[in-house]
Nanobody, 116 residues
Framework: VQLQASGGGLVQPGGSLTLSCAAS????????MNWYRRAPGKQREMVAF???????NYLDSVKGRFTISRRDAKNTVYLQMNSLKPEDTAVYYC???????????WGRGTQVTVSS
């Protein structure tokens, strides 16, 4: 499985960005797709996930501002980020974790910078 993340950039506080993660290869039928982020000097944290069954969950600090979704026909997962804050600045990574095996796949990070 290969993951290609895109959509990062520089945005002003209060602005919006949409990250995309396109999956290719032998995609398992049961999985969890995660978005993680790592801010400078901080540990990596899970921002949001969506399961192959459609369940979602979010980091408390992004609830109500971020939305994770997917388009199965394009094997793509999106992270819509609204009302961005400077503390959202980080490198964002997508990750696919198979449920039935220990296989774990990572895409390259995409930088999100929220600054005026």
């Amino acid at each position: 499985v290969q993951l290609q993340a895109s959509g990062g950039g520089l945005v002003q506080p209060g602005g919006s960005l949409t990250l995309s993660c396109a999956a290719s290869g032998s995609i398992p039928s049961i999985y969890v797709m995660n978005w993680y982020r790592r801010a400078p000097g901080k540990q990596r944290e899970m921002v949001a996930f969506i399961t192959s069954g459609g369940s979602t969950n979010y980091l408390d600090s992004v609830k109500g501002r971020f939305t994770i979704s997917r388009r199965d026909a394009k094997n793509t997962v999106y992270l819509q980020m609204n009302s961005l804050k400077p503390e959202d600045t980080a490198v964002y990574y997508c990750n696919l974790a198979e449920i039935s095996t220990p296989n774990n796949y990572w895409g390259r990070g995409t930088q999100v910078t929220v600054s005026s």
